[in-house]
């Protein structure tokens, strides 16, 4: 546990690092107004913290930054939440009057605002993710050679895929392919399907269909979603105006990873409900391992619909952000409801 004098000088230097990317010395914190304490005592102090693991000092630099374990403390014990001006309350507040009839316009500009208010990159998940399941698939024979994949979802959405049937599934086959899917995936959402198919399904087919592995690869892509139209992005460039970020090849791997959809859906679909603060290593993926990311779900009656995601440097705003995205997922529940009810 620290004291409360270490508590005070931790706050301290984590404000002043997020405001001026600088590394904070003991003179800078005596000067604050808030902190009655000489520069000598201040040093000692953050000496300990360093000991403690929770400052790290760059290079032959006087002053300290904050390392993962810092940033972690503050965010669960420090950090002042409710930061946002009056022009940042309006905008969101707007936007939940803002007329818009498609799904799609409301992600978007909540994506657009997120990264607008932050200057970071904002990610949101599509509600199609989570709410839209597999009603019924098919298979329709054309000749020896393909056949076309028939995907009914709980929505109404059908969607038909001609696939190329392994040379050694007969017809009787094929019926229990059909069978065995429809037994196992109906009313699973499809951003599930793929786990599915290899953790329920490939056992299942493994008993009943001869030389199934091929097959499983045909019904991957049969059921594949098209992920890249259901995340939803804004500000993904903003990472090139942090200062810690002035290493291109840096830079290029978190963009990179942008781009790539099924690690974006890993990222974002395996976090829990409610609003999640990832810091540096604690993220899953190394090309992010400098930053942090905060998400939150936005529900319907208690049902998560989809999840919103900012990814900034660890020395980002984090009551701002929390606050901001807060309210944004809850706003998001309020606007979306109109296509649920």
Not at 165 to 170: A, G, K, R, S, Y
Not at 253 to 280: F, N, Y
Request: net charge negative; glycine share 6%; proline share 4%.
């Amino acid at each position: 546990m620290l004291t409360d004098r270490q508590r005070m000088i931790l706050n301290a230097i984590v404000d002043d690092y997020i405001r001026s990317a600088e590394p904070v010395g003991s003179r800078s914190i005596s000067k604050r107004g808030d902190v009655a304490f000489s520069p000598a005592t201040i040093r000692n102090e953050m000496a300990d913290l360093e000991e403690l693991g929770y400052l790290e000092q760059p290079h032959t630099s006087a002053g300290r930054v904050p390392s993962t374990k810092g940033y972690r403390y503050y965010v669960d014990h420090l950090v002042q939440l409710n930061q946002l001006n009056d022009d940042d309350v309006h905008l969101v507040r707007s936007f939940v009057t803002d007329k818009m009839n498609q799904m799609e316009q409301v992600i978007q500009h909540a994506a657009t605002i997120l990264s607008s208010l932050t200057n970071y990159t904002s990610i949101l998940l599509g509600p199609e993710l989570f709410h839209t399941s597999l009603k019924h698939f098919g298979l329709v024979p054309l000749n020896a050679d393909s056949a076309v994949a028939i995907i009914v979802t709980n929505t109404g959405h059908v969607e038909n895929r001609t696939i190329t049937v392994p040379p050694d599934l007969n017809m009787d086959d094929m019926q229990k392919v059909v069978n065995i899917l429809n037994t196992k995936l109906v009313g699973v959402p499809l951003i599930r399907l793929k786990a599915k198919l290899y953790s329920e399904v490939a056992h299942e087919l493994e008993r009943h269909v001869d030389h199934y592995e091929g097959l499983i690869r045909v019904l991957e892509n049969a059921l594949q979603n098209d992920e890249e139209q259901r995340i939803f992005m804004s500000g993904t460039t903003n990472m090139l105006t942090q200062p810690e970020f002035k290493d291109v090849d840096k830079v290029k791997t978190i963009l990179d990873l942008l781009g790539e959809a099924p690690a974006i859906m890993k990222m974002l679909s395996t976090l829990p409900s409610g609003i999640q603060v990832r810091i540096g290593t604690e993220n899953d993926h190394k090309a992010i391992s400098d930053c942090s990311l905060i998400t939150a779900t936005y529900s319907i009656e208690g049902e998560p619909l989809g999840t919103i995601g900012i990814l900034g440097p660890t020395r980002m705003e984090y009551g701002k952000v929390i606050s901001l995205i807060d309210m944004i997922s809850k706003d998001m529940g309020t606007l979306l409801s109109r296509w649920y009810k």
